[in-house]
C-alpha cells in the first residue's frame, strides 16, 4: 500500500509544530527556573540583612536600658 503524499507532509508539518512549541515551553522554563533563582538568592540577601538589622536593634536596646538604668541611679542588677 502506497503511502500518502498528502498525510505524510500533514504529519510533518504537526510533527515540526510540536516541536517548536516543545522547544519554547523548554526555553519559557529555564526562564522561569532562572528567574526563581534569581528570587531565592534575593530572599536569601535580605533574610540576611533582616538578621543584622535585629542584632543592631538588640544591640541598640540594651544600651538603651543601660544608659536610662544609670540616669536614674540603678543598676539592673541590683534588685
Known amino acids: 500500500m502506497p503511502e500518502d503524499p498528502i498525510a ?5 508539518a504537526l510533527t515540526r509544530r510540536f516541536e517548536e ?5 523548554d526555553r519559557e522554563f529555564g526562564i522561569v527556573k532562572s528567574d526563581l533563582t534569581a528570587v531565592r538568592l534575593q530572599i536569601g540577601n535580605l533574610d540576611q540583612k533582616v538578621e543584622a538589622l535585629d542584632k543592631k536593634i538588640d544591640r541598640n536596646q540594651a544600651q ?3 544608659l536610662l ?3 536614674v ?3 539592673p542588677d541590683a534588685d
Open 69 to 71: 538604668t544609670q540616669l
Open 73 to 75: 541611679g540603678r543598676r
Open 64 to 66: 538603651i536600658i543601660e
Open 8 to 12: 505524510h507532509s500533514e504529519l510533518a
Open 21 to 25: 512549541v516543545a522547544e519554547k515551553h
